[in-house]
């Protein structure tokens, strides 16, 4: 909605998994943007199979990709700790507690019919795949495009293992999945800038979405709205819109990309008087470590292809 009263020519493609929903987004833009170009695309970014076939469309479709907006997000089956919450609402670390949600929560994730964890071939690998699918849109002579990474205040690095990055033996998989795109947006500033590619990573603040409705129920989020707004003084983080949360996508929108810092998180935030503003924050990350999740990332990538098409032959020779 944002970009589009920004650039009225611009050419949208939603890439979806619900049609149904994507429908309906593009009816929305419609309504207020009647001559926009906006498309459809169906993507399940959890399904191997299904990054490859949209990447395939998209090549058809375009000859070139300026922005990839990589939102697709999951977090199933949260806990919030309360023993936890009652006991850093009294501690020094309170604000931080409200920013980051730090020690709050944990999911149930399982394993998809790839044979990796959901929570990270949703949030991780499947735009991973989808980035290496682009390149050849994406990394053009004389074209720089950009590509910009929802992540988290969420995202930690002691929730992440280099032994276990897909997080198959931990309780915090969301965060892990997170702060593994802030290290890959690192990782592929250093492979892909001189080829004219460059990522940004982006935290919406809290917002109040189906995410945020499957932590707690939203009437029980509509009852404490007061409090919320109470909190937002105190830490900015409590953006609760979608509009507020799109802040730093937007900003980001409007920014050159050599002006961006590639090891920078970019905030949006909210103040107590409802004023929106995008901060940037330097992220916890190591050059190395980030350097390695790249090439596991390259490894695994091999082994699904190939394990994907050991999987349609079989199909073909059966079928
Ligand atoms: N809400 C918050 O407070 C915060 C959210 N975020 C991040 O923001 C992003 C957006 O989340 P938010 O809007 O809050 O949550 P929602 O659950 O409302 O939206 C998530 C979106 O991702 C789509 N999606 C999920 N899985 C897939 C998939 N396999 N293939 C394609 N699309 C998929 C959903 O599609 P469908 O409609 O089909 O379900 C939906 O459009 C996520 O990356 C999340 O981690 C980060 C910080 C805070
Ligand atoms: C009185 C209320 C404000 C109590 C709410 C307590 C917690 C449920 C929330 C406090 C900070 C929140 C938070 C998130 C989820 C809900 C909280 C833990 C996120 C983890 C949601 C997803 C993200 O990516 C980041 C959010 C950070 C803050």
Redesign the pocket.
Known sequence: ERLLTEDSTLHLCLACRNMQRAEAARSALLTSHPDAHVQLLHLDVGSVQSVLSAAQEVKTRYSKVDFLYLNAGI?PN?Q?DINA?FKGLFSRNVVN?????EG??TQQDRINSDGLQEVFATNLFGHFLLIRELEPLLCQAGHSSRVVWTS???ARRSAFSMEDMQHRNGTEP?SSS?YASDMLSVALNRHKNSQGLFSSVI?PG?VMTN??YG??PSFFWTL?MP??WL?RIFTN?FTLTPYNGAEALHRLFLQSPESLDPRAKYHSLTSGLGTNYTQPRQMDIDEEMSEVLYSKLIELEKDVRRKLVMKNSDKNTRG
């Open positions: 977090m949260p919030v919450f507690m409200f920013a980051t949600g709050l929560l988290s205040s969420n969301y997170k935290c809290l995410l945020t932590i707690l404490i409090i919320m909190v983080t």
